[in-house]
């Protein structure tokens, strides 16, 4: 059976030192972690060190938001795969609806996102998600197998531990989530295209998450759904209740 996974992407909030106090907040919950989720934190780059010296290893994974294509060299501002794993880094989200939309990255460059990952044994968390208009349209899975599109440079077998986001556009930051069907249905159709790049055993086990608006309140509905293989949260990761419940409801045993 697949973990279920759930992790926080701070976009551009926290300071170094208040992202230190989320992980001890965190750590000193009343009760501890749940034991049979994996939990993840991306915060913003000028943060990771610290909190990487603070979560150690395998406890919570340590994500970075993103990573630039080039291995070094003069790129004012970029920051490269072997930087991030120097700071404790294990997984990197790539292709976030953000950047694709705000610093408009491409296939072409997620895929050398993903390569200079491989290079450093960093685990690529895709993100792929249709806009309202593409949804409107009836083009929803043309969209996800463009992005999809960009693992395609990977045809013998996934980058190593990948895992996918599903984070439909519409539903990021606006308070409306997907239902928990529309979301499963995506997550299926994803797990078919998986299936046909890589196979039968590539696609039972890759973990999809799904993103968007999700809360305390409608995390369990979605977590009911067997292809939901946990949550990429933004607004409610920020708290360490809201971040915490969503997590608890994550879990596949019932708690007592
Ligand atoms: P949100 O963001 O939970 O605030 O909608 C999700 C994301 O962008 O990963």
């Not at 990977?154 to 984070?167: D, H, Q, S, T, W």
Request: aromatic content about 8%; overall charge negative.
């Amino acid at each position: 059976m697949r973990r279920r996974y759930v992790v926080g992407n701070w976009k551009m909030n926290k300071t170094p030192y208040e992202a230190q106090l989320f992980v001890e907040e965190l750590f000193s919950v009343e009760g501890g972690l749940p034991e049979d989720v994996e939990l993840g934190i991306a915060p913003p780059y000028p943060a990771l060190d610290r909190v990487g010296a603070t979560v150690g290893p395998s406890l919570v994974h340590l994500l970075a938001q993103d990573v630039y294509q080039e291995v070094s060299g003069p790129h004012t501002g970029e920051v490269s795969a072997e930087m991030l794993k120097a700071c404790g880094v294990t997984q990197v989200i790539v292709g976030h609806s953000e950047r694709r939309r705000y610093r408009n990255e491409h296939e072409i460059d997620l895929t050398r996102k993903i390569e200079r990952l491989a290079e450093a044994y960093i685990t690529p968390l895709y993100c792929v998600g249709e806009t309202l208009g593409e949804r409107e349209a009836g083009t929803t899975e043309r969209a996800l197998s463009k992005q999809m599109s960009a693992l395609e440079a990977f045809p013998e077998a996934a980058p190593r531990g990948l895992v996918l986001a599903y984070e439909p556009v519409w539903a990021i930051g606006t308070g409306r989530s997907a239902t928990p069907a529309m979301a499963a249905d995506v997550h299926r159709a994803l797990r078919e295209m998986v299936r046909s790049f890589w196979g039968k055993e590539a696609a039972e086990k890759i973990r999809i998450l799904y993103g968007g608006s999700v809360t305390p309140e409608n995390a369990a509905a979605l977590f009911e759904e067997e292809d939901i293989d946990g949550a990429l949260v933004g607004g409610a990761s920020l708290k360490v209740a809201s971040f915490l419940a969503i997590a608890r409801a994550a879990r596949r045993t019932v708690p007592d």
